[in-house]
């Protein structure tokens, strides 16, 4: 079922590369039934994907990636069948990406002290959307001017912690955030867990603490894991009895670990986030075709 659902991509209206409609046609060109479309922090491209999804015949999932403090820490909250016109997740992203702005004149002043001037302007050439200005726009910059050979390459030289243009940032808060998820009617899914390196016991932590304030499901399968997580986070979905989810986190050709439609399906014994959905019917006749073609073949 896995290659059919996708539950967390992004597009301009964050740091993704394809409009929102852009990736709603990638979606269905790539055999996706049921997509998501999670941009950090912002609800603004889910009118237009909508659209797109319908003219394409597939499903569109209201999501959002809110970025949250935990424990000093920056940890990313997927909301899933959030309702985008409630008003306190409205105006808790603002307030994000209002921080995210005064962020960026910190990271641009980092950076022109290691002698690479004028980043702010250059990040804001590569955000689409104005309102969303992140780290992924100030790494476009620095492989276009030369500097560094590709984005993931740029992260681990100038914007993770102890390099030039990494700076502390306070985001929203962690239970807060959950809270307008949960509130607005959605699905508070903890983001690529195996990404934050955060050791056994802080994990375990995190992970109670995001189900004590109402979380209800974790990424298992994300192009941000390895095959060996897969299994670690399932078994940590079974341990914590939270539904799993799936999601490429893909932002474009290039700058992803994998493509839409091209996660491998969820570990035995795991329960679906998508379990109970309504949009599921359509992803299940897609698997269902699939099967059948595939046969015979």
């Not at 209206?13 to 929102?20: E, K, M, R």
Request: glycine share 10%; with cysteine.
């Amino acid at each position: 079922m896995s290659s059919v659902i996708d539950l967390h991509s992004h597009s301009t209206i964050s740091d993704g590369l394809f409009t929102p409609s852009e990736l709603v046609r990638r979606a269905d060109a790539q055999g996706v039934r049921v997509l998501a479309l999670t941009d950090h922090d912002d609800v603004a491209g889910l009118d237009e994907a909508r659209a797109a999804a319908i003219e394409a015949g597939i499903a569109l999932v209201n999501g959002v990636e809110i970025s949250v403090t935990w424990n000093k820490r920056s940890v990313h909250i997927v909301g899933l069948r959030i309702d985008p016109a409630y008003e306190p997740l409205q105006n808790g992203l603002a307030v994000i990406r209002a921080g995210r702005g005064e962020r960026a004149i910190r990271i641009a002043a980092g950076l022109e002290k290691a002698g690479i001037p004028g980043s702010l302007e250059g990040a804001y050439a590569y955000a689409a959307n104005p309102g969303i200005i992140s780290r992924t726009h100030f790494a476009r910059f620095l492989v276009a001017k030369g500097i560094v050979k590709d984005t993931r390459t740029v992260f681990k030289k100038y914007l993770v912690k102890g390099k030039p243009g990494y700076v502390e940032h306070c985001w929203a808060d962690f239970a807060d955030a959950i809270g307008w998820i949960c509130a607005s009617g959605g699905i508070a899914v903890l983001a690529h867990p195996g990404r934050y390196d955060l050791g056994r016991t802080n994990l375990d932590s995190l992970i109670a603490d995001f189900k004590e304030v109402g979380g209800e499901a974790i990424e298992v399968v994300t192009g941000n894991h390895t095959a060996n997580q897969f299994i670690q986070f399932a078994n940590y979905a079974k341990e914590f009895d939270l539904m799993s989810s799936c999601g490429s986190d893909f932002h474009g050709v290039g700058e992803s670990y994998m493509d839409l439609g091209r996660l491998p399906a969820l570990p035995p014994g795991c329960k679906p986030v998508w379990h109970n959905w309504p949009e599921m019917a359509s992803a299940e006749s897609a698997l269902a075709q699939h099967s059948t073609l595939s046969t015979q073949d």
